[in-house]
């Protein structure tokens, strides 16, 4: 088992911002301007597959050509505020994250995948959108402070500590409400959750990947049949999140790519609701998210609704 450093690596050029995003895993900043915008969004509808709905981050297509120009225009859109605000560190992997309007639309709680040795590396996604977000058109949600409650092992093989009380985390979580050109830059461990789009215009945000400029790439797997107390860990090469075939497919498997680097022990922790009690105030996301579905379902807009109109009259 690890321990996270002592004292994260720094990353941000300015202390105050890096110690807001240390203690709450999570800082919001202003990030593309008016330019950045257009370019980017232009540039969406320009590559983006027809048949993308629900839920889409451009890491999942099957289409390399967009994942790879997606990748490259949208880290070169960052360098001016990645340079504005960050040192020592390397942009790795940028995607388009779409939620086009429809109830199948949303992110079930959870942490991202860990991609680094989490002992010495922190990894960070700048998660900056093109449009104005609410509730209604599915904007994030994070579990302020939960990047640091256990240092976990993450992939989709190994059990989520909190997946006994994930409905639950709802009632803690705070909505990030940011305008178009801003950024909300998390830490990957954070936990996170997005209603779906119940608006009638597709949501488009970049996501950016970046880390330490030193770090390397781990990824994690769990095979409960070789040994139950262990994980395996894998070397993989900066390139990973764009080339990596499993996203949208066989994610549960055994990775195919990557350097055995053999088993490491894991502890699995787990928490319960009295944890949540304990350690988080309530907060009225799930007021607000309730509020918005039950208009959703008085006057039904999006993908769902339009197809259920066309059912009707064809
Ligand atoms: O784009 C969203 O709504 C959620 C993104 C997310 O949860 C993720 O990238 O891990």
Not at 125 to 138: K, M, P, Y
Not at 173 to 193: R, T, W
Request: hydrophobic share 35%.
């Amino acid at each position: 088992m690890f321990e996270f450093p002592k004292k994260m690596l720094p990353v941000f050029k300015d202390p105050a911002v890096q110690e807001i995003f240390e203690r709450d895993g999570y800082v919001v900043l202003p990030f593309y301007n008016e330019q950045e915008i257009k370019e980017l969004s232009d540039l969406y509808y320009e590559l983006h597959p027809v048949n993308e709905h629900g839920f889409f981050p451009s890491t999942f297509s099957h289409d390399k050509n967009y994942r790879q120009t997606a990748d490259s225009s949208i880290r070169k859109a960052c360098e001016r505020s990645a340079n504005l605000y960050l040192e020592n560190v390397k942009l790795v992997c940028g995607a388009f994250i779409v939620k086009t309007p429809s109830p199948e639309s949303g992110m079930c709680v959870h942490q991202d995948m860990s991609l680094l040795d989490e002992s010495r590396f922190t990894g960070i996604n700048i998660w900056a959108t093109l449009c104005d977000l609410s509730v209604e058109n599915g904007t994030i949600f994070v579990l302020k402070g939960s990047h640091r409650l256990f240092p976990t092992y993450r992939g989709s093989s190994i059990p989520e500590f909190f997946q006994n009380v994930s409905e639950e985390i709802i009632d803690y979580l705070e909505p990030v409400l940011i305008k178009a050109g801003e950024a909300v830059f998390f830490d990957q461990s954070i936990i996170h959750y997005s209603p779906p789009n119940y608006s009638n215009k597709i949501r488009i945000v970049t996501n950016t990947y970046f880390t330490h400029k030193d770090a390397e790439y781990r990824t994690y797997f769990y095979n409960p049949e070789l040994d139950p107390n262990k994980v395996e860990a894998f070397e993989q090469s900066d390139s990973f999140m764009t080339d990596f075939e499993q996203f949208g497919n066989n994610i549960h498997e055994r990775p195919k790519v990557g350097k055995s680097l053999g088993l490491v022990e894991y502890n699995f922790p787990k928490i319960d609701a009295a944890y949540l009690r304990a350690n988080f105030k309530p907060t009225n996301a799930r007021e607000l998210i309730n509020a918005v579905q039950r208009e959703h379902q008085k006057t039904p807009k999006g993908e769902g609704f339009l197809s259920r109109l066309k059912g009707l009259f064809s």
